[in-house]
């Protein structure tokens, strides 16, 4: 309980420092800096006065501590937006006004600057890739992919109404410190926003209410600059709820959306088997041509591997990075291939099949509803086969090969 009133103490102090019209009570004001003033016990820091205000006698509570880390944080905040960057400046208060108000940048909707160029190089990969071999070039996928991209677009106007609503309402309203935009801001975004895209795209893969959405982004036996552009019609409403922490952590909305279309046009060009492996070092640190073909891959090996968007750590972090194989050949597609070029069936297909599944299972509520949150393949009576399950088999398979050999 008390801890929750220095928390929101802490808060409150900080969002006072904010711009005009935001100014608190000097009562809660003072509290709050006097509660800054408190031993930092934990590392044995001490808060610097930056009026005469006595200081409070050493507290040496776990609530203050955790105060104070909250207190840490916004004093990295600070440091951001510090021209002087000393390290104890991360413990002076005094710097908590600079920069309060934050001019906006004026960033232009990336996403549309780059639909020309999507196009254009779609186009001069297909003449490339018929060239070299009429027969592996399909222009009715293609042109599949491309309605699935329009589409996207259409529906984005409606879905982007609310994500804007919902990162702008929690900015505004509960975050814990202003980041300014500065480039080491748009350092640190690269990173929070490619770590949220990790688990938003890893649980589309492994929930079956996400894989419903993302499903049509696999649904093409074709790899190429169109499969980049083969995107959801219905994940916009839903994917949102990976990135809450953004807002709440300061980062400015525009920021965010700015950093999201980044990594969407970063994920463009890596829709190519015109390009082998890019340098190693670039394969250690970033996604790649090779890495992701590995992701589109519906053989066992392959399947729910390297989710990562820009960086292709976060994978090797968590454990789900595989290689690209010279001796094992990616095949393109899902596990069951739905073989159509109907855009309608593309997005629709995989909600169909969810919902048919639930209902018809001849079992408990509970369990009907594990048909929306457990990995696509999974059953109510334990006949599916996950992903696990077959990479498992085909390790089996292999294993026999060998010894028979
Ligand atoms: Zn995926
Ligand atoms: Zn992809």
Redesign the pocket.
Known sequence: MLSSVYILFFIYWYRCSLPAGQAGSPLIISVCIKICYGSFHLFKFYFLSVTDAACLPQVNSPLIISVCIKICYARFIILLNAKDTKFENLFYIAKRNKNCFMELPQIPNLIYYAIPFFILTVIIEGIAIFKKNPESYNIKDTFASLSMGVGNVLVNLLSKLMVVFVITFLYENFRLATIPFVWRAWLLILFADDFCYYWFHRIGHESRFFWASHII??SSQKYNLS??L?QTWTGGFFSVVFYLALPLLGFHPLMIFTQMSVSLIY?YW??TELIGKMPRWFEAVFNSPSH?RV??GSNPLYLDRNYAGILIIWDRLFGTFQPELKEEKVVYGLHANINTYNPLKIAFHEWIAVFKDAFSAKTSLAKKLNYFIKPPGWKHDGSGLLSEDLRKEWLLDQQKNASIN
């Open positions: 982004h696999h499969t980049a083969r994920q890596i829709h992701h992701h589109h």
